[in-house]
């Protein structure tokens, strides 16, 4: 009788054990889930690809850096963004439905004969990657011509074929 009332202790001393490890380990992976989802938080990255037979375009933005380049292989300097920048982008990518880029239709097709150079826009946050489908530099879908003309305007596009004036109003530039 002794020993089953020893064993029976023990036993309940050795759950009680483990209920407690399995707590404090779900406590610390929820810890570590929350501190790396608020690193995670600034993984935003934005990447405009415009190229034809004879030019081609890169702007790529991440949180205080923008590359802008314009020979393939070739980047350029790494420039800082302005915090105020980065803000007004992010605030235009709010407005956008973010996982319906891929089905985002092009308002033409110049770029399959070279009438204008073959575009895509590239959102990366954090672990996810939404790319549009192919559309002509200066005529992106509706939806995200506020986001591609600040994008243009923060890299100093100065082509004629882009439209920024009518992406954006003045005070937005």
């Known amino acids: 009788m002794i020993m089953k009332l020893v064993s029976i202790l023990i036993f309940a001393l050795i759950s009680l054990k483990t209920c407690n490890s399995n707590t404090a380990k779900a406590e610390n992976q929820d810890r570590i889930s929350?501190?790396?989802q608020a690193t995670s938080e600034d993984l935003i990255t934005f990447e405009y690809l415009a190229t034809s037979?004879?030019?081609y375009y890169k702007i790529r933005v991440i949180k205080n850096l923008v590359v802008v380049t314009k020979k393939?292989?070739?980047p350029g300097a790494p420039e800082t963004l302005d915090a105020s920048e980065w803000n007004h982008l992010l605030e235009i990518l709010e407005a956008i439905q973010i996982e319906k880029i891929p089905d985002l239709k092009a308002p033409s097709k110049n770029y399959a004969f070279d009438g204008a150079?073959?575009?895509t826009l590239k959102i990366s946050v954090n672990e996810h990657t939404y790319q549009t489908q192919a559309f002509d530099h200066g005529n992106p879908p509706e939806a995200l011509k506020a986001l591609?003309?600040?994008l243009l305007v923060i890299a100093g596009y100065e082509g004629s074929s882009?439209?920024?004036g009518e992406y954006l109003k003045k005070e937005d530039l």
């Open 148 to 150: 591609i003309a600040k």
């Open 34 to 36: 929350k501190e790396q």
């Open 162 to 164: 882009t439209k920024v």
């Open 53 to 55: 037979r004879n030019s």
């Open 72 to 74: 393939q292989g070739k």
């Open 117 to 119: 150079a073959k575009t």
